[in-house]
């Protein structure tokens, strides 16, 4: 029996805002059941069960269609956990292994036909190390035959050294959390500018779920949403959003999914916008139509 904390809130509002229809959801985890799918040994972060029906459960109260499951650093590079999860809801929900940056294309092509559709490296001082700069050049043309992407997970100190090598690679890049800036900076800050410059590659995705983690204040995160909103209006077209469900490594209370979905009023405040963040980008970016 797992008996740690959950790190996410069982007691969660429904939102106000109307999700499109095919809304979706670009960046969740799971954890567990550890009866079933025990945690790495070698992980330092084992908390508590956040299995695929309490995901099901929330999506379905929000209004979310779709889904991609980024593999948790507490399950290591066993990634059965996520195709369980995949495999409950197949054509709807996809995700994002975790392995070394030397794994070889059979399995690749093994995890895509489970409905895995990329990889993520982290970069990020509570988590083991990502892949160096010339494993990423070695791997991102391998990625590219197979039609996957490179999440990378970084700290906002970190995207002026990962930037340059990021922008040369020959697949698609995805930027978790808005590379994680700190928004009591503000604007000009100079991690939040490299980031818009970083954008401006054609083969550059930004998720701009975390307002939660970037900001300093409660709900609803007055003062990181513009950063979210910036990036989406620059990059209409490159954007993605999450929830970041069941929110490991969180600093408070776990937050609340349904603010977080009420935040998209801000970060996306047109119909227009709404569509293209939530179901326009994620198709053409995942093409889910491929694991249907």
């Known amino acids: ?128 190390p990502g892949a160096t700069h010339d494993q990423l050049r070695a791997l991102a043309p391998r990625l590219a035959r197979h039609g996957w992407q490179l999440l990378i997970h970084m700290e906002a100190k970190l995207i002026a050294e990962l930037a340059p090598v990021l922008a040369e690679l020959p697949c698609p890049v995805v930027i978790d959390h808005m590379g994680r800036i700190d928004a009591s900076l503000g604007m000009d800050q100079a991690p939040f500018q490299e980031l818009i410059r970083l954008g401006e590659k054609d083969h550059v995705w930004l998720k701009v779920s975390g307002s939660e983690r970037c900001s300093v204040q409660e709900p609803p995160y007055a003062d990181a949403t513009p950063f979210a909103a910036k990036l989406v209006d620059l990059y209409p077209e490159r954007t993605i959003w999450g929830t970041d469900w069941p929110h490991p490594n969180f600093r408070a209370a776990p937050p609340d999914d349904g603010i977080l979905v009420d935040t998209l009023k801000v970060i996306a405040p047109t119909e227009d916008a709404l569509q293209r963040l939530l179901v326009d980008n994620p198709a053409r970016l995942y093409d889910f139509g491929d694991n249907a």
């Open 1 to 128: 029996m797992n008996d740690a904390p959950i790190t996410w809130n069982p007691d969660r509002s429904a939102p106000t805002l109307t999700l499109p229809k095919g809304a979706t959801d670009c960046h969740v985890h799971v954890f567990g059941p550890t009866s079933r799918f025990p945690y790495a040994p070698e992980s330092g972060f084992k908390p508590g069960d956040a299995p695929k029906e309490e995901l099901f459960a929330l999506h379905d109260m929000l209004g979310v269609d779709r889904c991609v499951i980024v593999q948790s650093g507490c399950h290591g590079h066993d990634n059965s956990v996520v195709a369980d999860a995949i495999a409950a809801r197949p054509g709807r929900y996809l995700g994002i292994a975790l392995a070394p940056p030397d794994i070889p294309d059979a399995r690749i092509t093994e995890l895509h036909t489970q409905g895995f559709r990329g990889v993520r490296f982290n970069y990020m001082s509570h988590l083991a």
